[in-house]
């Protein structure tokens, strides 16, 4: 009897250390709130480092919420409802010109090309973008990157925006495909799943990648608040590190791989369509192999935002952008 009680206590203790390690381990994890501006397979790095438990291998956990809307994401970030944010640059540029203290800092760039598409009612195998002239377009949100980047576009192209082309820009992000497929507008420009799947339901067919065509822009990174790094510098710099492992991942794979990795991230989404959509992404050269910003890419932005007419003042590289949590991630993987 002795041996029995002595064997049930040992066996209680067993299981009260497992628990207990299980549970230390768990409350271990820094928990960190990033808003992404839209959920999309464009960011695959980003879900790669969450699928594969990169962010987990540096200690953090990653609470994942969408802002829909560049605005809205840096909103969060800058009312203190988000920690990290990932959206365009731009947003970083505005609020930093609004002459706000606790402005936002660029710590790590996810991708280096426009990641959407323009998409017509009809094949257009030689579609020109001079084939727009005359034609009604759905665009985004006016001062947002897609929209901005599509203006950019007309112009290089000899197009005046709303003269030559007449584009919508009144229409909620998540309800410009339904437009379009309800019979608004010659175009609209998406973003993926909604792309593909637009194609995929006999909908309309891509003719053009924004990406190709705008060139080397950096539009989407990871921002923080400058009192949040200032405050968090082992934090950025932990998630810069799990950050970089998925883009590594996500070099050295093929689509199929990348596609089975995020799948998770897109249940609803056949992973024979994702596939397509990392395979049509990777072929455009949208991910940056490493985080860290180049000056000329944020001229670049700032010539397309001046273009449009958004920007008041350029703003110095180095007052937006700090490199210097991605240069360690790199040195040290």
Known sequence: MRRLRTGIVLTLALVLIGTCLSGC?????????????VHSAFYAPQYVAIEKGFFEEEGLKIELTSGWGADKSMAALISGDADIGMMGTEAAIYVYNQGKENYGVVFAQQTQRAGNFLISRKEEPDFKWTDLKGKTVIGGRPGGMPQMVFEYILKKNGLKPFEDVDIITNLQFTATAGAFVSGTGDYTIEFEPTAST?????????????????????????IASKEFIEKNPETIQKFTNAFYKGQVWVKEHTPEEIAEAIHPQFKET?????????????????????????EESLTLLQDILESAGELDKRVPFEAIVNNEFAEKAVQQQ
């Open 25 to 37: 381990s768990e409350k271990k994890l820094q928990t960190i709130r990033l808003n992404e501006v």
């Open 198 to 222: 637009i194609e995929e339901q006999n909908n309309g067919h891509v003719v053009a990648s924004l990406g190709t065509a705008s060139g080397m822009v950096p539009y989407t990174v990871f």
């Open 270 to 294: 056949d992973i024979k369509l994702l596939t397509k959509i990392i395979k049509r992404y990777k072929e455009q050269d949208t991910w940056c192999e490493t985080p860290m910003m180049k």
